[in-house]
Structure formats: C-alpha cells, structure tokens
C-alpha cells in the first residue's frame, strides 16, 4: 500500500508541478482516507491529483483513483489522501531543547526487530526506527533515514519520507504500550516543515500524546536533527485501529507500563523528576549553561550521561516550580551551585527557591524538591550492598535485614539508601550518616530512622523493577 507519507510527497510535487511556487512546507487538514494499495506485480498504478484554489490563496489537493464496476458501468472516485497547502503558516508549536532531550519516567526499551516483526508489521520497507524509548509521557524514537543512491532527493518537495513514517510508528509502539491499541494515522491536523529532513542521517523523532480514547489516538510529533535542530513537527496527529479489531497489542507489551512509577515519594515532595539515562538524546548538551559545561567537560564519558541526565531533571523542577515554564531558554536556568558542588533548581518567575537533591544509578537520575531539607536516592538491588554490610550498619540494622520477610538484598538497599539520602538532605558526608543515622523499621514503601537521638523520621520508597528510590525530608 502506499504511505501516507509517500501520498502527501505526490500532492506536494503536483501542486508545485502545476502551480510552480506554491509553499508546500505548510501543510493544514491532511487526510489519508482509504488505502491505495499497490499490485507488486504491476509496473504502475493509475491515480490523480484534483487540485483546488481557493479565495484566500491555499491550495487544496487530493489524490484519487477511479474505478470502472463492469456489471454497472458505473465510474467510482475514490479518495486516498489530501492535504491544503496553506499560505499562512500555522504557528510554531516550539518545544524546549531540555524537554525534547529526554522522557520523563520509566521508559521501555523496543528494538527495530521486536517494531517490525510485530509492533509494525508492513512489509520490508520503511523499517527506519533504530529503536524507541516510551514512557506515560511520551516517546523518543531514534530514526535513521536510508541512504539514497538513485539521487531521488533532488526532486522531493517534503524532504525524506521515512522520518516522519518513522515518528508514525514511534507513536503507534507508545500506543500499544499505554493505550492497548495498534493505531495509525489517518489524519493530521497540521504539519509544518522548518529544513527538509535528508537521507543517510539520523534524527529523533519526539511523541507527545494529546488524548488517548478507545480505539483511537490523538498526538503531536517534533523531528529534530542531531545537532537538536527542530526538523518538522505534526500536530493533532489523528491515528486509530484500522484492521477492524484484527489486530491487538501482543502480551510482552501491552499494559506494562501502569506500575512503572513513583507516586508514593512524588506526592511527599513539591516536585519530582525522573529521567532514564538511555533515553537521553546527544544533543542533550547543548542545553547546558556556561556554569554546567564547566563541569561537564571536566567529566568522563561514563559519567557525562549521568550529569546530563541530573541537569535535565533539575531543569524540569525549576519549570514545575515556576508555574509550568515552557519557554525559557534551558541554557538560562542554571542547575550547579559554584562554591559548591551541590545541585540547585532556581525558580524562573523569581519565587523563593526550595530545597533540592538528586542522585543516579546505572539506569535513573532523579531530582526532588522541598520546602524541608531534602534527600533522595536511587539504588538498583544487588549483592553489593550485603557485602558491605559491616562498613554502614549497626548490629540491630543487621538483625533487621536477617529477619527481613521482603529479602536481604530488598531490605539491605533500602537501609544503604536512607543513609545516602540524610547526607544529601544535612550535607553532611556519607561516614557521618554511616555513624550518626540509626534505621529502626524497614518496609517496602516506608522505613523509620533516628539521626542521633533525635525523633524519629519517615523515609518513603517506590521500586521500578530492581531499582529502589527513597525520599527523606527532615523536620
């Protein structure tokens, strides 16, 4: 069958064709009504384009087909795809570089085999998602475009087609995940090109859901280069089961996302963000104030995705606090102290800034705030922090994690954890917490402890999988 994409690249070359100048990166109402399917043993497929000026200049174009039923002879149109190419230019619909270098939350990992072997079953072409992270938010796709020998981007109006086919699939795999349907476009509400996406590059295609509904979905699309250049975007991307319920999301994937959250600490602090480490873009840097790149440049290459990863999480704070700021520049909202090296969150609307903290793991970084001193940490259970036992526990904590009926390791990470967190919330360092922080009760989702001989304290914990978050703020 034909892609949608491939059916607005023959409207756009008709329109310019037979309307030389016509602006084809402005695109309103597209629609890819029926399918026009594609004998593979045929040399051609007979359709048309219907084009129609209207009074204030846009030109509305339509690709057709007839056909002839032999037993009536009667002549049938049928309309495949449209699209109004418009002259006034819908407005930019910009997302932050901060916000489209990362998901927020737990994300899920599927690779271009699992996509199109049974996420996107069609065919052998147009397989051009690397991989895709989602998450309840949204999804990142990275999306390489294939090379093209035969010189067709010279004639093509749109740019590559596979990118945008590609963001489609990003947000039919999100649909999957969080909505339990396999869904894919059958119109967009508008679609605007800002430098022609090319082949043989890479891109990232950015999903963020507008309203998901029974057999339906509604999102909107942002393609940015590797350099996190903003590419194209398509909003109000209306996309919907078109196999007639033949088609279901396949078990591995369908549902698992509605317990990959921490809403247990995050309803304990004024704001919280979680930013997987794999989903972070390369261009993540470029989001970065004077003061970060400092810092940045001093560090390792294993350490520089966990870096970018706390500022990204902490930029997002700064914007929760400040009333929902979408539109400062990330590169303004500095995140490090500089006589210090603690994390900061400073408001943008010039509020009173709050405490915060953040910490990381090989697969998380996450950054709370509060208005009390605040510690968090994230730990992944292993046998490592049993082994060290004897360095940061006491002889009833050890007689706490023997008797434990949620496991060693469970219970060991989360002692491990409350200790990492009350560093971070009294700056002290970590042999005073060692020595100073008594923990008296462990439970899965809530510990007590004492600092000195101080009253006691709450600890709150979410686990994601194997990895174990734990919030402290002190009275």
């Known amino acids: 069958m034909l892609p949608a994409v491939e059916g ?52 509305q174009a339509v690709l057709a087909t007839r056909t002839t039923s032999k037993k009536a002879a009667m002549t049938r149109v ?26 927020e939350g737990a994300c899920f990992t599927v690779e271009n085999d699992d996509i199109y072997r049974e996420l996107v079953p069609f065919g052998p072409a147009f397989r051009n998602v690397t991989r895709v992270h989602v998450a309840a938010g949204g999804a990142i796709a990275e999306i390489m475009t294939p090379a093209d020998p035969a010189g067709e981007e010279r004639t093509r109006q749109l740019g590559s087609p596979f990118s945008l086919d590609a963001a489609f699939h990003a947000a039919c795999v999100w649909g999957q995940r969080f909505a339990g349907v396999v869904a894919f476009p059958i119109a967009v509400d508008r679609r605007r090109i800002f430098r022609n996406t090319r082949p043989g590059d890479t891109y990232f295609g950015h999903v963020t859901p507008v309203r998901a509904e029974p057999g339906r979905l509604i999102v909107d699309l942002r393609l940015f280069d590797g350099d996190g250049r903003l590419c194209e975007t398509a909003t109000g991307v209306r996309m919907r089961d078109v196999s007639g319920g033949n088609r ?107 405490a915060c903290s953040v910490s990381h793991d090989n697969r998380f970084s996450v950054a709370v705030a509060s208005d009390r001193p605040v510690g968090v940490d994230v730990e992944k259970v292993s046998g490592r922090v049993l082994t060290s036992r004897r360095l940061y526990m006491s002889e009833s904590e050890m007689a706490l994690v023997q008797a434990s009926p949620t496991g060693e390791a469970e219970t060991a990470v989360r002692i491990w954890s409350i200790k990492e967190a009350v560093t971070k919330a009294l700056d002290i360092n970590l042999a005073d917490a060692w020595r100073r922080v ?28 194997q990895h174990v978050f734990t919030l402290v703020c002190l009275t």
Do not use: Y
């Not at 008296?440 to 999988?465: K, M, Y």
């Open 248 to 354: 279901v999301p396949p078990r591995w994937i369908a549902g698992g996302g509605r317990n990959q959250t921490v809403e247990r600490i995050a309803a304990r602090c004024r704001a919280i963000s979680v930013i997987e480490l794999n989903s972070v873009a390369p261009f993540a840097s470029k989001v970065l104030s004077a003061e970060e790149k400092i810092r940045f440049e001093k560090l390792g290459d294993r350490r520089r995705k966990s870096f970018l990863a706390a500022r990204l999480a902490c930029k997002r704070l700064s914007r929760t606090l400040s009333g929902h700021d979408e539109v400062t520049d990330p590169r303004d909202i500095n995140t490090v102290c500089t006589d210090r090296p603690h994390p900061c969150c400073p408001r943008t609307d010039g509020g009173a800034v709050c």
């Open 8 to 59: 607005a690249e023959l409207l756009a070359r008709a329109a310019r064709r037979f309307l030389p100048g016509t602006d084809v990166t402005a695109m309103l109402d597209l629609r890819f009504d029926k399918f026009l399917f594609l004998d593979p043993e045929a040399p051609s497929t007979a359709a048309f384009c219907d084009l129609a000026l209207h009074e204030n200049g846009d030109i």
């Open 438 to 465: 008594r923990v008296t009760t462990v439970g899965a989702f809530e510990s007590r402890f004492q600092i000195d001989d101080d009253a006691p304290n709450l600890a709150f914990h979410d686990a994601v999988g």
């Open 78 to 103: 049928r309309e495949h795809a449209a699209v109004r190419f418009s002259r006034r230019k819908p407005d930019r619909p910009d997302l932050m570089p901060d916000l489209a270098s990362a998901l």
